[in-house]
């Protein structure tokens, strides 16, 4: 009972040796042959426990640790500072003794109710005699094997002895072992928590002789098997019984070359005890192997651990391959280890003794082994591990090595050099028996073709080839550049590239290395790309390195004095990507080397170093470097490391050089430039050093930041309705920084109708495109107005040309959006008739398919499109140009998707192509084309490329109609041939429909030539008509002169003078107005007293002519030529006049004039007088001073003019 009287009464006879804080007093009796030991960790200061004995329990004995007799009752007081279940161990030992077949005590149990406040833990050791083996049956719940701690309290433990040194096994309840077979010795325990009962627990134990395995074996000749001990514990022999007597063994048995042979066990888990080694042998001829495969039984002792061991064994100059089926095998180091796999070991002994062994796992790239000489393969097999019946496949072939043809470029020498001892394997030139051979080195010059052969499979592993090339200059130019294109040489061996360059002595060899330069690395460093580049240069004091440099870096030019060479290392299984350097002569410098630099933008810190760095700089030379310091920024030089030597001639100095500026001279140990602007060149001096010291070195480190001012705009396109902007960085410099109202972005978006605050800062103007863009639109179509497409005038603060502007015209869908061009017609961009003008348009539809990519003055006089269309243009210059470019209105809607309406020119052939060529055409579009011929043409159609899809639904379709016409003269699907070539008598449709297409496109181009109409036939029957009609009217002319000269020549006339002067024959005057009289109507006319203006010139100036020889015409109008010089010259009209508009010419007759006296002239009667009412008349005529009017042609009359004062002579 805790805490009682008697606890508390010897609790204060202890008061002088513990610290009670706990206590606990209880009566003990263990069991019969049971062994209980009680104890405790804690010091003795702390706990304890205690016998109480005596008169009233007043004697009381105290220890760290006490042994209770078995069957002997003992008080016992347990006294403790700590908590006291946590505080004591009790441990309660029993041992049961078996002979050969009985175990006493045959029920083991644990003692139930034995010290239950404490962790106990019960040991069973059992005692048997040698080749006994004792059996535990479970009565309780049955067991079950784990690693973990029990959940109930009860954590049961199996060890084959107190010193085993694989440790027990641990089984909790609640599984199926029912049964333990325990070799001898061996010990069951069981560790209960504190307060658990164990009252059910119970064993029943057995003994009797092992019950071991057997295994049946059979080997052949070529294997032998060998079972070895890994355990001293516990005793277990192999037996086999190849005689009457069994042969057995309890270390190792060695089997080889047996058929069904029983191997037993004594020991019922051999496979804990003893490892199996398996041993083969494949022998090799130089084309073959016996066995050809390393062959496994995958069922020879399974639950064994298993090493598997083949020693193939080969002929000299023979190479032995090795493939491994399935996963593979993945290359390891001797430090690695697989993790739960198998592992293969792989051999090889050399021709000098040395062994050369690499390690597997499975699972990995290598499928495929080639090796030399003989080869032992091992392959580690954990327990119960499955295996392929076959491991690896072996073969052997005669050791060929390597063949390869190589053709050394003129200049060139290939260096072919051993890096590692690898034995037999040469390097060969030539083949038969020419052949040479040198297992060290080989070198190649002559530019021809050469075989070379190596004998080993894999020379890249013994070999690297360095490339040597020559290159002298003279004093103006060099034979060649740097400049080393892929090259199929050796790509699967360590290559080094270089060249040998040498300029007179006085001059520097000048390198020129492409964008983006390269950068200074240390000199032992590897570049990220495996392409190390590296300069050397030849002093009369030896070989100095400038430098070690990798692509993309600062550095644009190197001048390096008199002769130098330039490497490039690369890897094997890289392929070359070089550098294409420039190389010239450089001028005169007295300088080691002189270094370009070209500091990029932005904040950057770029280091470099000395010649030979971290060795010393030559003494008594020169090293400049020449530093473009990009604009607004500031630079800071910082030497980062470096060493001064002792100086025997002269002293270390650093130099830097502005234009235009004095040089600062400073030590190393000077403050160096800091925050400074502008380029500046940088020169450090050695001075004659100790050589028997440290030497001059440096590395330093350039610093660029930013000092410029961010260019400022303030956008406001409230005032442009619906136009909105957009900025994008296309440069590459990744220092532009562009923000919108102080947030920075890759791209920028100023919504129409909105202000935006910008800022652009170190950005260049090609760098960022600006784009702008304006939505126009309308609700239905009567609604819509027409609208020329200007662009407006954007902020001049923005920094950057606007470089295009997009109108996205949106429309109902009963509507179509019609272009036109403000200059009259389009011309569309296509192959061989392309826009090369300063505005180019591109028109697509809302869902970005185009329409086509459209400039002036062309054949297309409206685009139609069925759709929501965006027309961007491109100008080199909106400044000067902003418009209109198009003319946009909305019409009705069109059957078609497109519509294009086209009048081709004559001379010219005219192309017409699908929208979006050479894509094709939108699945279940329609496209027209309306194609409006000049009078008089035709046209030939010509196809010149059809690309026709194969249809999932509906056909395509290209149909020409004539205009005006129902029938169509071509019809043609995607499966029926069309017509190459077709003749078009006048203006046309030319329709094409689109299918949905299963693969392949629809799209087509035609090419339109206009051919003129043929007029023979017309011209032979106007010539027949007008001759037919001459004689009619010469008839008529004969008839009619005869009876007028008859009569009195009284009429009146109107005569036109070329020279002289205009006369009225009489004075009569008509006695009604025009309007109201006949006079104008005639009933004929004589065509004696008519003259026209095809009059001759008269030989005086105050007379007419008395014979005037001209072509009288039956129309003419009034002369207005000079009257001063001779008369015009008459142009002959078209010999191909159109039929219904010829006009009948009269032969020339001669006529006689009558001469008149000289009378004055009034302004109607001048020759410089136009009388505009009779412009449109065909017949000119002047009349008396009476009124003037015109001569009616028609029945429409005219209203009388006012009067003319007139004149008396």
Same mark, same amino acid.
């Given at each position: 009972?805790?805490?009682?009287?008697?606890?508390?009464?010897?609790?204060?006879?202890?008061?002088?040796?513990?610290?009670?804080?706990?206590?606990?007093?209880?009566?003990?009796?263990?069991?019969?042959?049971? #062994?209980? #030991?009680?104890?405790?960790?804690?010091?003795?200061?702390?706990?304890?426990?205690?016998?109480?004995?005596?008169?009233?329990?007043?004697?009381?004995?105290?220890?760290?640790?006490?042994?209770?007799?078995?069957?002997?009752?003992?008080?016992?007081?347990?006294?403790?500072?700590?908590?006291?279940?946590?505080?004591?161990?009790?441990?309660?030992?029993?041992?049961?003794?078996?002979?050969?077949?009985?175990?006493?005590?045959?029920?083991?149990?644990?003692?139930?109710?034995?010290?239950?406040?404490?962790?106990?833990?019960?040991?069973?050791?059992?005692?048997?005699?040698?080749?006994?083996?004792?059996?535990?049956?479970?009565?309780?719940?049955?067991?079950?094997?784990?690693?973990?701690?029990?959940?109930?309290?009860?954590?049961?433990?199996?060890?084959?002895?107190?010193?085993?040194?694989?440790?027990?096994?641990?089984?909790?309840?609640?599984?199926?072992?029912?049964?333990?077979?325990?070799?001898?010795?061996?010990?069951?325990?069981?560790?209960?928590?504190?307060?658990?009962?164990?009252?059910?627990?119970?064993?029943?134990?057995?003994?009797?002789?092992?019950?071991?395995?057997?295994?049946?074996?059979?080997?052949?000749?070529?294997?032998?098997?060998?079972?070895?001990?890994?355990?001293?514990?516990?005793?277990?022999?192999?037996?086999?019984?190849?005689?009457?007597?069994?042969?057995?063994?309890?270390?190792?048995?060695?089997?080889?070359?047996?058929?069904?042979?029983?191997?037993?066990?004594?020991?019922?888990?051999?496979?804990?005890?003893?490892?199996?080694?398996?041993?083969?042998?494949?022998?090799?001829?130089?084309?073959?192997?016996?066995?050809?495969?390393?062959?496994?039984?995958?069922?020879?002792?399974?639950?064994?651990?298993?090493?598997?061991?083949?020693?193939?064994?080969?002929?000299?100059?023979?190479?032995?391959?090795?493939?491994?089926?399935?996963?593979?095998?993945?290359?390891?180091?001797?430090?690695?280890?697989?993790?739960?796999?198998?592992? +293969?070991?792989?051999?090889?002994?050399?021709?000098?003794?040395?062994?050369?062994?690499?390690?597997?796992?499975?699972?990995?790239?290598?499928?495929?082994?080639?090796?030399?000489?003989?080869?032992?393969? #091992?392959?580690?097999?954990?327990?119960?591990?499955?295996?392929?019946?076959?491991?690896?496949?072996?073969?052997?072939?005669?050791?060929?090595?390597?063949?390869?043809?190589?053709?050394?470029?003129?200049?060139?020498?290939?260096?072919?050099?051993?890096?590692?001892?690898?034995?037999?394997?040469?390097?060969?030139?030539?083949?038969?028996?020419?052949?040479?051979?040198?297992?060290?080195?080989?070198?190649?010059?002559?530019?021809?073709?050469?075989?070379?052969?190596?004998?080993?499979?894999?020379?890249?592993?013994?070999?690297?080839?360095?490339?040597?090339?020559?290159?002298?200059?003279?004093?103006?130019?060099?034979?060649?550049?740097?400049?080393?294109?892929?090259?199929?040489?050796?790509?699967?061996?360590?290559?080094?590239?270089?060249?040998?360059?040498?300029?007179?002595?006085?001059?520097?060899?000048?390198?020129?290395?492409?964008?983006?330069?390269?950068?200074?690395?240390?000199?032992?460093?590897?570049?990220?790309?495996?392409?190390?580049?590296?300069?050397?240069?030849?002093?009369?004091?030896?070989?100095?390195?400038?430098?070690?440099?990798?692509?993309?870096?600062?550095?644009?030019?190197?001048?390096?004095?008199?002769?130098?060479?330039?490497?490039?290392?690369?890897?094997?299984?890289?392929?070359?990507?070089?550098?294409?350097?420039?190389?010239?002569?450089?001028?005169?410098?007295?300088?080691?080397?002189?270094?370009?630099?070209?500091?990029?933008?932005?904040?950057?810190?770029?280091?470099?170093?000395?010649?030979?760095?971290?060795?010393?700089?030559?003494?008594?030379?020169?090293?400049?470097?020449?530093?473009?310091?990009?604009?607004?920024?500031? +630079?800071?030089?910082?030497?980062?490391?470096?060493?001064?030597?002792?100086?025997?001639?002269?002293?270390?100095?650093?130099?830097?050089?502005?234009?235009?500026?004095?040089?600062?001279?400073?030590?190393?140990?000077?403050?160096?430039?800091?925050?400074?602007?502008?380029?500046?060149?940088?020169?450090?001096?050695?001075?004659?050093?100790?050589?028997?010291?440290?030497?001059?070195?440096?590395?330093?480190?350039?610093?660029?930041?930013?000092?410029?001012?961010?260019?400022?705009?303030?956008?406001?396109?409230?005032?442009?309705?619906?136009?909105?902007?957009?900025?994008?960085?296309?440069?590459?410099?990744?220092?532009?920084?562009?923000?919108?109202?102080?947030?920075?972005?890759?791209?920028?978006?100023?919504?129409?109708?909105?202000?935006?605050?910008?800022?652009?800062?170190?950005?260049?103007?090609?760098?960022?495109?600006?784009?702008?863009?304006?939505?126009?639109?309308?609700?239905?179509?009567?609604?819509?107005?027409? #609208?020329?497409?200007?662009?407006?005038?954007?902020?001049?603060?923005?920094?950057?040309?606007?470089?295009?502007?997009?109108?996205?015209?949106?429309?109902?869908?009963?509507?179509?959006?019609?272009?036109?061009?403000?200059?009259?017609?389009?011309?569309?961009?296509?192959?061989?008739?392309?826009?090369?003008?300063?505005?180019?348009?591109?028109?697509?539809?809302?869902?970005?398919?185009?329409?086509?990519?459209?400039?002036?003055?062309?054949?297309?006089?409206?685009?139609?499109?069925?759709?929501?269309?965006?027309?961007?243009?491109?100008?080199?210059?909106?400044?000067?140009?902003?418009?209109?470019?198009?003319?946009?209105?909305?019409?009705?809607?069109?059957?078609?998707?497109?519509? +294009?309406?086209?009048?081709?020119?004559?001379?010219?052939?005219?192309?017409?192509?699908?929208?979006?060529?050479?894509?094709?055409?939108?699945?279940?579009?329609?496209?027209?084309?309306?194609?409006?011929?000049?009078?008089?043409?035709?046209?030939?159609?010509?196809?010149?490329?059809?690309?026709?899809?194969?249809?999932?639904?509906?056909?395509?379709?290209?149909?020409?109609?004539?205009?005006?016409?129902?029938?169509?003269?071509?019809?043609?699907?995607?499966?029926?041939?069309?017509?190459?070539?077709?003749?078009?008598?006048?203006?046309?449709?030319?329709?094409?429909?689109?299918?949905?297409?299963?693969?392949?496109?629809?799209?087509?181009?035609?090419?339109?030539?206009?051919?003129?109409?043929?007029?023979?036939?017309?011209?032979?029957?106007?010539?027949?008509?007008?001759?037919?009609?001459?004689?009619?009217?010469?008839?008529?002319?004969?008839?009619?002169?005869?009876?007028?000269?008859?009569?009195?020549?009284?009429?009146?006339?109107?005569?036109?003078?070329?020279?002289?002067?205009?006369?009225?024959?009489?004075?009569?005057?008509?006695?009604?107005?025009?309007?109201?009289?006949?006079?104008?109507?005639?009933?004929?006319?004589?065509?004696?007293?008519?003259?026209?203006?095809?009059?001759?010139?008269?030989?005086?100036?105050?007379?007419?002519?008395?014979?005037?020889?001209?072509?009288?015409?039956?129309?003419?109008?009034?002369?207005?030529?000079?009257?001063?010089?001779?008369?015009?010259?008459?142009?002959?009209?078209?010999?191909?006049?159109?039929?219904?508009?010829?006009?009948?010419?009269?032969?020339?007759?001669?006529?006689?004039?009558?001469?008149?006296?000289?009378?004055?002239?009034?302004?109607?009667?001048?020759?410089?007088?136009?009388?505009?009412?009779?412009?449109?008349?065909?017949?000119?005529?002047?009349?008396?001073?009476?009124?003037?009017?015109?001569?009616?042609?028609?029945?429409?009359?005219?209203?009388?003019?006012?009067?003319?004062?007139?004149?008396?002579?």
């Amino acid at each position: 009972m805790r805490l009682s009287t008697t606890c508390a009464l010897l609790g204060l006879l202890l008061l002088t040796v513990l610290d009670s804080s706990e206590c606990l007093q209880t009566a003990v009796r263990p069991d019969k042959d049971s #062994t209980v #030991t009680v104890s405790t960790e804690l010091p003795f200061a702390q706990c304890a426990v205690c016998t109480i004995s005596g008169v009233n329990d007043t004697e009381t004995s105290c220890h760290s640790s006490l042994s209770l007799a078995p069957e002997k009752e003992v008080k016992l007081l347990f006294n403790c500072s700590e908590p006291i279940e946590q505080s004591y161990t009790v441990t309660i030992t029993r041992s049961i003794e078996c002979t050969k077949d009985v175990c006493s005590p045959t029920l083991v149990e644990a003692q139930p109710s034995l010290l239950t406040e404490f962790t106990r833990t019960f040991i069973w050791e059992l005692k048997a005699p040698e080749k006994t083996v004792v059996s535990l049956d479970v009565l309780s719940e049955g067991l079950m094997e784990t690693s973990e701690p029990c959940t109930n309290g009860f954590q049961f433990s199996v060890a084959a002895s107190k010193t085993n040194s694989e440790g027990p096994t641990q089984y909790c309840q609640g599984g199926s072992v029912t049964r333990l077979d325990l070799p001898n010795p061996a010990a069951v325990s069981l560790v209960v928590k504190p307060k658990a009962k164990v009252e059910s627990l119970r064993f029943q134990a057995s003994a009797g002789p092992p019950k071991g395995r057997t295994v049946v074996v059979s080997l052949d000749s070529s294997a032998t098997l060998v079972l070895s001990r890994d355990l001293e514990e516990p005793e277990c022999e192999i037996c086999t019984a190849d005689g009457s007597t069994p042969a057995c063994s309890s270390k190792e048995k060695t089997l080889t070359n047996t058929e069904n042979l029983s191997v037993e066990f004594s020991c019922p888990k051999p496979e804990d005890i003893f490892s199996v080694k398996i041993k083969r042998k494949i022998e090799c001829t130089a084309s073959s192997c016996t066995p050809a495969a390393a062959e496994v039984d995958p069922n020879l002792f399974e639950d064994f651990k298993r090493s598997l061991t083949w020693d193939i064994s080969v002929p000299e100059r023979t190479v032995l391959s090795l493939d491994f089926p399935g996963d593979g095998l993945k290359d390891i180091s001797a430090a690695e280890n697989c993790q739960g796999g198998d592992e +293969y070991s792989v051999t090889t002994i050399k021709s000098d003794g040395k062994i050369k062994s690499n390690g597997y796992c499975k699972g990995g790239p290598v499928s495929h082994l080639d090796l030399l000489r003989a080869t032992t393969v #091992t392959t580690e097999v954990p327990k119960g591990r499955e295996l392929n019946e076959t491991a690896f496949n072996v073969k052997a072939a005669p050791r060929g090595g390597r063949m390869m043809s190589v053709t050394p470029d003129p200049n060139t020498i290939i260096k072919i050099t051993r890096v590692t001892e690898e034995p037999d394997c040469d390097a060969c030139v030539d083949q038969g028996p020419n052949q040479k051979c040198n297992p060290r080195s080989l070198k190649l010059t002559d530019p021809r073709n050469t075989s070379v052969e190596f004998t080993c499979p894999r020379p890249q592993d013994v070999f690297i080839v360095e490339i040597n090339r020559e290159i002298d200059c003279t004093e103006t130019s060099c034979s060649g550049d740097i400049v080393q294109t892929e090259s199929s040489l050796f790509p699967d061996f360590n290559r080094t590239f270089t060249w040998d360059l040498k300029v007179v002595a006085t001059r520097a060899f000048q390198l020129d290395f492409p964008e983006p330069g390269m950068r200074q690395i240390p000199n032992e460093e590897t570049c990220p790309d495996e392409h190390t580049y590296s300069l050397l240069i030849y002093l009369r004091t030896g070989p100095a390195t400038v430098g070690t440099f990798c692509k993309g870096g600062t550095v644009t030019t190197i001048l390096a004095r008199y002769k130098g060479r330039v490497s490039l290392k690369v890897p094997r299984e890289r392929q070359l990507d070089p550098v294409d350097f420039k190389l010239k002569v450089g001028p005169e410098t007295k300088m080691l080397a002189i270094v370009k630099v070209n500091l990029s933008r932005g904040a950057s810190d770029t280091d470099f170093i000395t010649a030979n760095y971290p060795r010393d700089f030559p003494d008594l030379q020169e090293m400049q470097w020449d530093f473009t310091v990009p604009g607004m920024h500031n +630079y800071s030089v910082h030497f980062r490391d470096h060493s001064a030597p002792e100086c025997l001639n002269n002293e270390v100095v650093v130099e830097y050089q502005k234009e235009d500026k004095k040089a600062t001279k400073l030590t190393l140990t000077d403050a160096q430039p800091q925050h400074q602007q502008g380029n500046f060149n940088m020169v450090l001096k050695n001075c004659e050093t100790n050589r028997t010291l440290q030497g001059l070195t440096l590395n330093y480190r350039v610093s660029v930041m930013r000092s410029g001012h961010p260019v400022l705009c303030a956008v406001d396109l409230t005032k442009h309705g619906g136009v909105s902007l957009q900025m994008e960085k296309v440069g590459s410099d990744p220092n532009c920084e562009m923000s919108i109202n102080s947030e920075v972005k890759e791209k920028i978006t100023v919504a129409a109708g909105t202000t935006a605050g910008l800022s652009f800062l170190d950005c260049p103007t090609e760098d960022v495109r600006l784009t702008a863009s304006k939505v126009i639109g309308c609700q239905n179509v009567a609604s819509c107005p027409a #609208t020329l497409l200007t662009v407006p005038k954007l902020d001049s603060c923005l920094p950057m040309p606007l470089h295009s502007f997009t109108w996205h015209v949106n429309i109902p869908q009963s509507g179509t959006v019609d272009l036109v061009s403000p200059t009259g017609s389009l011309q569309q961009s296509l192959p061989g008739q392309e826009c090369n003008q300063p505005v180019s348009l591109h028109v697509a539809e809302s869902d970005g398919f185009s329409v086509g990519d459209f400039c002036y003055n062309g054949t297309i006089r409206k685009v139609q499109v069925h759709a929501n269309v965006s027309v961007t243009a491109m100008v080199k210059d909106f400044r000067k140009t902003r418009g209109p470019f198009l003319n946009v209105s909305v019409s009705e809607e069109i059957l078609e998707t497109i519509v +294009y309406r086209v009048s081709p020119k004559i001379g010219s052939p005219t192309l017409l192509a699908t929208p979006s060529w050479p894509r094709g055409m939108k699945p279940s579009s329609t496209i027209s084309w309306i194609v409006n011929l000049p009078s008089q043409y035709k046209a030939l159609l010509h196809f010149v490329n059809i690309s026709q899809p194969k249809c999932k639904d509906r056909h395509t379709a290209m149909n020409v109609k004539m205009l005006g016409y129902e029938e169509e003269i071509m019809s043609r699907r995607e499966d029926e041939e069309a017509e190459d070539k077709l003749l078009v008598p006048q203006s046309f449709y030319l329709n094409m429909s689109n299918c949905i297409p299963e693969e392949g496109y629809f799209g087509a181009v035609a090419k339109i030539v206009l051919q003129k109409n043929s007029t023979l036939l017309a011209t032979a029957l106007g010539i027949a008509g007008a001759l037919l009609l001459l004689v009619i009217v010469l008839v008529v002319v004969c008839v009619v002169t005869q009876k007028k000269k008859k009569q009195k020549m009284t009429n009146e006339s109107s005569i036109y003078m070329g020279r002289g002067s205009i006369f009225r024959p009489g004075d009569r005057h008509f006695t009604k107005t025009r309007s109201n009289n006949e006079s104008h109507v005639y009933d004929s006319i004589d065509e004696t007293m008519v003259y026209g203006h095809l009059l001759g010139d008269s030989s005086f100036t105050d007379s007419v002519n008395d014979q005037y020889k001209g072509n009288p015409v039956d129309s003419y109008h009034t002369f207005m030529g000079p009257t001063d010089r001779a008369m015009p010259v008459i142009k002959e009209p078209d010999s191909e006049l159109e039929m219904d508009q010829y006009k009948t010419f009269l032969d020339p007759s001669e006529t006689f004039i009558p001469s008149r006296p000289r009378t004055p002239i009034d302004r109607q009667d001048s020759l410089s007088f136009h009388d505009r009412r009779m412009v449109d008349n065909e017949l000119y005529t002047f009349k008396s001073t009476g009124d003037m009017n015109t001569i009616r042609l028609s029945a429409a009359d005219l209203e009388p003019q006012p009067p003319i004062t007139k004149e008396s002579s």
